[in-house]
């Protein structure tokens, strides 16, 4: 079905140059150590590192929650960041949750209600709307999460290991979900994953990060040209070699 | 009232069943005088015979307990959120509030008394013993929202002081709610102390005046009538969180 009214902005590169951040006092760690990436407008880029890498890290880095010790991001105001699981505000229903996404976007006030039925049609929710987070299932959660993202109407999107509290079954049938989605919308999006199997399935290229302090080691086609197990091997390896397989 | 609510009502009367029989047995055994200790059926007797004198000494007392529990919801809620929100307030107020209540509230009512007139005397009394839970819910609330909640808005253009209003506060309330419980039952503590020393009304006034002429049934049937009010003012916050946190409920659906 086609996402009439959902507009979101197109063409918004994320470019990231140098970016260093020591986190804690005494002695402050290191957790980003020199990140350089580049993700073109409109493309899929995965990151697939270590636990503790400093992932997260980078996220808020970019989203311009945190503040970079040195380097340069591009694009802060026109990211929108969902992390990890699915962070609905459990008082508020599902609909109410979906439209904090156009709430937050200052769309006009009479317009969040139809924005946020539409994306509740959109992402299969319809018939849910009016239960609470609590009553319903993961994946439900999570679809409403993509909801409230896409109605930030912002161009770029920063996942935060959007499906890792899902079971397999579920995180699959959300792979389709978020590709039908993205294909649609086409924003921009950075998607942090421990699962080199939705990193090859969902983006076009798969960027390794090494183990604290953070750096981008490798970088590896997953387009639709690439033959997805290779790509995997090929990230495998690259992990192997950063020294970020225990 | 069904089979299956008549049995879940029944464990909780055990106790008090258990107390008035062992009370009676009492009186039996070492047959004390009535002015001493009145037997249950006299308290009971005692009680109805002077209704329209405790209903007007009740009424006083649960006027006062009302005005004070809504004084220090109101204040305690609103110093939650100051206290939790800055950091100055934090360190210069939230170490005095909690010194404060080493101070026996108790020994400051003759004090109180001097000082402001015999209404505003009860009341502060019963604000100053009940406020005390609800700040300390509500500064723990106010810290229990899950960060990726308030990560989850942030990153969607939301200023901090949106995550407080839209994120901290609404997380606060089962907190909150619970300091408002314990402050109902302290706040009528706070009201009889006041009555004790300051009033010749309400029913720690007629605890007072009554075993004063060892009419000590009367005595009994207005401590009873306390322990209503109390329960009562519980019962009311207890109702008043399930209306305003539908959400808390546990799903009336299996998850799908
Ligand atoms: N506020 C903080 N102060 C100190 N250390 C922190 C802070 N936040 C995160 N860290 C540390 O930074 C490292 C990276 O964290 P994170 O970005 O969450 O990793 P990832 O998302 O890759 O698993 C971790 O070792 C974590 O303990
Ligand atoms: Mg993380």
Redesign the interface.
């Given at each position: 079905m086609p996402a009439k009214g959902v507009q979101v902005p197109h063409g918004t590169d994320i470019r990231i140059e140098g970016v260093r951040l020591a986190l804690g006092d005494d002695p402050p760690m290191p957790v980003l150590g020199g990140v350089d990436l580049h993700v073109p407008a409109g493309t899929v880029a995965a990151i697939v590192g270590p636990s503790g890498c400093g992932k997260s890290t980078l996220l808020d880095v970019v989203a311009g929650l945190a503040a970079p010790d040195a380097g340069s991001i591009s694009g802060a105001d026109s990211v929108a960041l969902m992390p990890q699981r699915d962070a609905l505000m459990p008082w508020l229903t599902l609909r109410a949750n979906i439209a904090l996404g156009a709430e937050l976007a200052s769309a006009p006030r009479d317009d969040v209600g139809r924005r946020a039925d539409e994306a509740i049609a959109r992402l299969g929710l319809t018939g849910f709307a009016d239960h609470y987070p609590h009553a319903l299932s993961g994946g439900m959660r999570q679809r409403a999460a993509l909801a409230r993202t896409l109605l930030a109407a912002r161009p770029a999107w920063l996942l935060d290991e959007p499906f890792g509290a899902l079971d397999a079954l579920t995180r699959t049938g959300m792979h389709d979900v978020l590709r039908d989605l993205m294909r649609e919308v086409r924003p921009t999006v950075l998607l942090v994953t421990h699962d080199i199997a939705e990193a090859v399935a969902l983006a076009d290229r798969v960027l390794v990060a090494g183990p604290r302090p953070m750096a981008i080691v490798a970088d590896i086609d997953a387009g639709d040209g690439a033959d997805p197990a290779h790509a995997a091997d090929a990230v495998m390896s690259a992990l192997r070699t950063a020294g970020a397989l225990a | 009232m069904s089979r299956r609510r008549l049995r879940r009502l029944l464990p909780v009367l055990i106790l008090p069943l258990l107390a008035i029989a062992a009370w009676q047995v009492a009186i039996w055994v070492a047959a004390p005088r009535e002015w001493m200790l009145p037997s249950p059926a006299a308290v009971a007797g005692a009680g109805w015979e002077a209704r329209e004198r405790l209903w007007f000494h009740a009424q006083w007392t649960l006027m006062i307990s009302v005005i004070a529990l809504i004084i220090s919801a109101a204040v305690g809620a609103a110093l939650a959120y100051v206290i939790a929100r800055s950091r100055m307030a934090r360190l210069a107020i939230y170490p005095w509030v909690i010194v404060s209540q080493v101070i026996p509230l108790v020994a400051l009512a003759p004090l109180l008394v001097l000082w402001l007139p015999p209404f505003a005397a009860i009341l502060v009394l019963a604000v100053l013993m009940s406020i005390f839970p609800v700040i300390v819910a509500g500064v723990d609330g106010l810290g229990a929202a899950?960060p990726?909640?308030i990560?989850?808005?942030?990153?969607?253009?939301?200023s901090e002081g949106?995550t407080w209003m839209?994120?901290r506060v609404?997380?606060a309330?089962p907190r909150l709610f619970t300091g408002l419980r314990m402050a109902a039952v302290f706040v009528v503590s706070g009201a009889v102390v006041g009555e004790l020393v300051a009033s010749d009304r309400g029913l720690g006034a007629l605890t007072r005046l009554s075993a004063g002429q060892f009419e000590t049934p009367l005595t009994f049937a207005a401590v009873v009538l306390l322990a209503l009010i109390g329960l009562g003012l519980f019962g009311a916050i207890a109702v008043a969180e399930r209306l305003a946190?539908?959400?808390?409920r546990?799903?009336?659906?299996p998850?799908?």
């Open positions: - | 899950h990726d909640l990560r989850a808005t942030r990153g969607l253009g939301a949106w839209h994120v609404p997380a309330l946190l539908p959400w808390t546990r799903p009336t659906r998850r799908s």
